[in-house]
Structures are given as C-alpha cells and as structure tokens.
C-alpha cells in the first residue's frame, strides 16, 4: 500500500481553518497517513485529533513543521514530492509515474506557496490548468493514483461507525473498554 502525507503550507490561521480542516479530512479519507502543517495552529489539531477520536483510523497532524526540513528528510528516507499547482503537468499525464511511487508527499498552498517549493518537488503536477481548490485538488489526485478503492477503506478503533442506508442516518455507536 502507498504511502503518502500531505504538506499544507500557507495556512493563515485567520482565514484557513476551515479549508485546512477539509484538506486534512479529505486527505485522510482518501488515505494519507496524516498531515503536516507548516504553520502554527494548535485549534486545526484539535479539530482533526477530535475527527479521528470519533471517526477512526491513526491519521496524525503535525503542527507547525519546517517545510524544507520536512521535504529533506521524506526526500532522504526515499520519498518523492508532489507540488500540485495550476501551473505544472496535466494530472492524466504523469498519473501512471504518480501510481509507481510508493512514498508521496502530496504539497498543497493556500494563497501563493515559496518558489523553491517548484524546485524542490520531483513532480508539480496540475489538476486542470485553472484555478479551482486544493480541497478538489488533493481529492481528485488521491483518487486517481489510489492503488484500490479509495472509498472502501475501514477506520478501526472509531467511536462511530455509519451504516450506508438508502434513506436516513444508521449510526452505530461502539463502546470501548
Ligand atoms: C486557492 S489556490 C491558490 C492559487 C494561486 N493563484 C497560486 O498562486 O497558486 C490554493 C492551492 O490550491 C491548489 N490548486 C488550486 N488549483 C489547482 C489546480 N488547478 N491544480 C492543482 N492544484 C491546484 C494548489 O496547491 C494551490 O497552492
């Protein structure tokens, strides 16, 4: 199974929670490891810890990481850097070297991200040549390069687990110890 972590930079305490929170629940979800945050906000922790509590899984945040570090030390235990921007290779094409990579560390900015963040990834990689989300950005990539199906995987240990019904909510609830 691939391994990949998600680096959220940019994140502006005052205006991002609530996009840097769906960017960690999304990544989860769709099977990240955890999520790195390089910027300091302790309240983004709580919430995506709280997340996990409930919901399941081992997903971890790290809070306010040097990014360059970060890159250095995943690039020198083997791992490879994906920078998603509007303004690198289309996704369909490089998709395939994408799948092959068994450690990704998948980059996403806010507002505008470093220049060297262009240099230092081994891919920059564009979901669509226009402007959209780094919420759909990491959704879209995270499925296309899943090695099964995304949708279908287990959090263990979770306090609540739903039941897919056709019409109303199924919520089991699991008690612990
Ligand atoms: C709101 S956008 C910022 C766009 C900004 N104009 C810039 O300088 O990159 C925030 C993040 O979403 C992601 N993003 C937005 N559109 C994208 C696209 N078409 N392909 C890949 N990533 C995208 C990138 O990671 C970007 O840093």
Redo the contacts with the bound molecule.
Sequence with gaps: MKKIVLLR??HRPERDKRITTHVGLTARLLGAEGMLLASNDPGIVETLEDVVRRWGGDFYIKNNVNYKQEIKEWKAAGGKVC??????VN?PDVTDELKNCDRLMI???????PPEIYQLADWN??????????V??VAI?MDRIADDEPLEREFPNAELTIVPAERGKQVIENFRG
Aim: overall charge negative; cysteine-free; charged content about 10%.
């Design positions: 930079l940019g920078h998603l921007s509007m303004y690198g996704l980059v996403v900015g806010a507002e505008k991200v990689v564009a979901v669509g040549s226009q402007p959209h989300s780094e759909a950005a990539t």
